[in-house]
């Protein structure tokens, strides 16, 4: 069949157009059923079968195709995925775009290059001309012909936004495309959203709205179109596609079967089945009606209408894609106030630098260089090694042992324990035929300091050669070791249980001195000169003087018993059982503040830049180091099951489901970003005030500089450079007008924009 070519010429009307193209399409296959329509697109497909589409769309991210596409193999299922030429342009995505293809899914068009058809507050205000319209739509098809697929394989069209109207609907058909969009309803199309948003959606919000849904609805799923993103903003963190593998579980569970969009549409047959579908509908063919009760047009309620792209200074055409409209105050349960500034409901939140994923639990995480090791948990021996910087999967290995201790990095590698050994994993992958037999198992981790490897046994210390693994020396300890080992120069410090630490040389192993605290240790710092701070389990943080031998300070802190202490140089921080963080002065011991961390706290907490960052639950808590105010909130997909770790200005966390027994490795940063909110939604009549409030997290002591760009393209500076993060407007002439904020600290600086429409004055 010879391609067909996109016309330029008018045809029918948009609406019998429309109903032409649903009736060509599925009158021989659908005789007495319905599809569900919305402004000329299809919605929804058939309600009296357990069928359901999942599609995925696609501009600026993909991050999630590799996870999403094991998935789907795994369960030998297909799926749809709409992708812009934006998208099919990229190199990097190349792989997974053959990947689908390879995998018989459905590729199909999502535009060239991401345009918004139609005005947000009048959608029957087209913001394209119709040769526009068909230029776009016609390179997105040559991008995807360029991977194998074919026109007439790729009839169904799903516009940029899911937002068209019946004008765009009909050009389409003109040209033997079907515009479909995702089924209202749910609310999974808000996977994107970040938390600086008023509509933030967390994974687990979609996740149970879903599942409610379905049983309350009297059609459950039945034909849903359900809509989801392959990737999404670095600053979403609690990534919903992560998800799919318990989603499609629940939804198998409850009867559904996933299928493809245009086998969902074709009651049964897709494309690739019947190749007689493969043909196009052409406007020279008659003009035909359709009955009412051939196609359900659902009331204007039924719909979910999109909402305007809202400024988060990414400069993403898909960040801004499927925003909802931010509710008012009075829909949130509040009072509309005139002019009044929105509140301050905002919390920094850590942006994701890389995400990994892993099948199987990831105990420890391990820097190693500019690598990175994570390695599981004994019932699956195997690690895996990452470039840092990049998170490109460099290596990964069987191990054939059961670990019994943390690896513990060392000059050549890692030392591994396990089964009454000791092994040497080089830092290339390859175990070393080093094996050294130990007489008896390992009480705690070991050490590697100036050439020697420290054994701690429950009452004896071994140190061997790092580089002939031969016996260097061995003491008996006078009580039972409690651990861990810390280095303090050219000495081992080797706590054990009834409060002693003892104290040997590294070089010959002899005992030093031994001091006798009257308490059991709890978390240690490591040596600082010539000080080292613990706590104790009897509520005590103390420091202790080396050279002086002598306490310096002890703090009583009553039933807070200490899991970890950390320092920043001059200060303390110490996680307690109980979940409070103290922070005390190094030098002195005096508690300058304390804070609650909600849940329970189980994990190592680091310090990342200003912010002491707490895992607890899925959620990274970040407090001001120097406030103690919590000032981040990071929301995970999974819980946190690894202790964290820093690598230069990146934090990485690893996390678990038990559900789909799937880790997800993290690497995080703190990213500076502007956010400007106005008190009113756009469009607002002439004459009414409006306050835009502009957030900077990220940036320290911030300035902010507000701009006006008029419809007549004239820029002015409307607010010079201050610390006031507000700017009132009220604007006197109806036009479309672009808001700039320039936030400002030292040498950095960044950008937002806002457009802003003003209609004429109310009442005219």
């Given amino acids: 069949m010879a391609r067909p070519q996109f016309s330029k010429r008018a045809g029918l009307s948009s609406r019998l157009v429309c109903l032409a193209l649903v009736l060509l399409l599925f009158l021989d296959l659908l005789p007495a059923q319905t599809l569900t329509l919305e402004q000329g697109g299809i919605i929804r497909g058939l309600r009296d079968r357990k069928q359901l589409a999942l599609v995925f769309t696609a501009d600026s991210f993909g991050e999630g195709a590799e996870y999403i596409l094991s998935e789907l193999k795994q369960r030998n299922l297909k799926a749809s995925f709409f992708l812009t030429g934006n998208f099919l342009r990229r190199p990097e ?10 995998d018989g899914h459905y590729l199909g068009p999502h535009s060239d290059r991401h345009l918004l058809y139609c005005d947000w507050q009048d959608r029957q205000k087209t913001l394209v001309t119709k040769e526009e319209f068909l230029s776009d739509l016609e390179n997105n098809y040559l991008e995807l012909e360029k991977f194998g697929v074919s026109r007439g394989r790729a009839r169904y069209f799903m516009p940029p936004y899911e937002w068209y109207n019946r004008e765009i609907a009909g050009w389409a058909a003109e040209v033997g495309v079907a515009v479909v969009n995702f089924t209202p309803g749910l609310v999974t199309s808000s996977d994107y959203t970040t938390p600086d948003l008023p509509n933030y959606r967390s994974s687990e919000e979609i996740f149970n709205q879903l599942l409610e849904y379905e049983i309350e609805s009297p059609d459950g799923l039945n034909g849903f179109i359900l809509l989801s993103h392959l990737g999404v903003a670095a600053e ?5 596609y992560f998800r ?9 569970a409850r009867g559904y079967a996933p299928v493809r969009i245009d086998e969902l549409l074709s009651a049964g047959r897709s494309e690739i089945e019947k190749d007689r579908q493969q043909a196009v509908i052409q406007t020279a063919r008659k003009e035909t009606t359709i009955s009412p009760a051939q196609v359900q047009i659902p009331d204007k309620s039924e719909g ?5 792209p809202i400024a988060d200074g990414t400069g993403s055409s898909q960040a801004a894609g499927n925003r909802n409209r931010l509710p008012t105050r009075k829909e949130q349960g509040g ?3 005139v002019g009044q500034a929105p509140e301050e409901s905002y919390r920094f939140s850590l942006t994701r630098a890389w995400v990994n994923f892993a099948r199987g639990r990831v105990n420890h995480l391990v820097p190693y260089g500019d690598r990175l090791w994570w390695f599981y948990e004994n019932n699956q021996r195997a690690y895996e090694l990452i470039e840092v910087q990049s998170g490109e999967k460099k290596g990964s290995g069987l191990l054939e042992i059961k670990l019994e201790q943390k690896p513990v990095p060392g000059r050549a590698g890692f030392w591994l324990v396990s089964g009454g050994k000791l092994l040497v994993l080089s830092s290339s992958g390859i175990m070393v035929g080093t094996q050294v037999e130990l007489a008896e198992p390992l009480a705690g981790a070991p050490a590697e300091s100036r050439n020697r490897l420290l054994l701690p046994f429950k009452k004896s210390l071994a140190a061997l050669s790092t580089e002939t693994t031969e016996l260097l020396w061995k003491q008996e300890l006078p009580a039972d070791f409690s651990g861990p080992l810390i280095i303090s120069g050219s000495e081992v410090l080797v706590p054990c249980l009834s409060g002693r630490l003892l104290r040997y040389s590294l070089e010959t192993g002899r005992k030093i001195d031994q001091h006798d605290f009257q308490d059991e240790f709890g978390a240690f710092l490591p040596a600082w000169g010539q000080k080292i701070y613990f706590s104790t389990t009897s509520g005590k943080v103390k420091c202790f003087d080396l050279s002086r031998k002598k306490i310096c300070w002890e703090v009583n802190l009553g039933s807070q018993r200490g899991q970890h202490l950390l320092s920043d140089g001059r200060h303390l921080y110490l996680l307690t059982t109980g979940g409070i963080i103290y922070k005390l002065k190094q030098s002195a011991g005096d508690i300058l503040w304390w804070q609650t961390v909600p849940g329970r706290a189980c994990c190592r907490p680091a ?7 707490v895992p607890s639950g899925r959620i990274l808590y970040g407090l001001d180091l120097k406030t103690g105010q919590k000032t981040s909130e990071t929301v995970l997909t999974f819980e946190i099951k690894t202790d964290l770790v820093t690598a230069g200005d990146w934090l990485l966390a690893g996390t678990h489901d038990y559900r789909q027994d799937l880790s997800l490795i993290y690497a995080l940063k703190k990213e500076p970003r502007v956010i400007i909110r106005p008190s009113r939604e756009s469009p607002q009549p002439a004459g009414r005030r409006i306050i835009f409030t502009a957030l900077a997290p990220g940036l320290e002591k911030p300035r902010y500089a507000f701009h006006l760009r008029t419809p007549d393209g004239r820029d002015r500076l409307v607010r010079k450079a201050s610390r006031n993060n507000t700017w009132t407007w009220l604007p006197v002439a109806p036009g479309q007008y672009l808001i700039s904020v320039v936030a ?9 924009e806002l457009r802003y429409n003003i209609t004429s004055f109310a009442g005219e």
């Avoid at 979910?304 to 305007?308: C, F, G, N, T």
């Avoid at 400002?744 to 937002?752: A, H």
């Fill in 304 to 308: 979910i209408r999109p909402s305007r």
């Fill in 607 to 613: 310090i990342l830049k200003d912010e002491l960052i």
């Fill in 744 to 752: 400002s600290s030292g040498r950095l600086s960044k950008k937002s």
């Fill in 93 to 102: 995505f190349r792989g997974w775009i053959e990947k689908m293809v390879e």
């Fill in 236 to 240: 979403r963190t609690d990534l919903f």
């Fill in 335 to 337: 009072t509309e106030e």
């Fill in 244 to 252: 799919l593998g318990e989603l499609i579980e629940e939804l198998t």
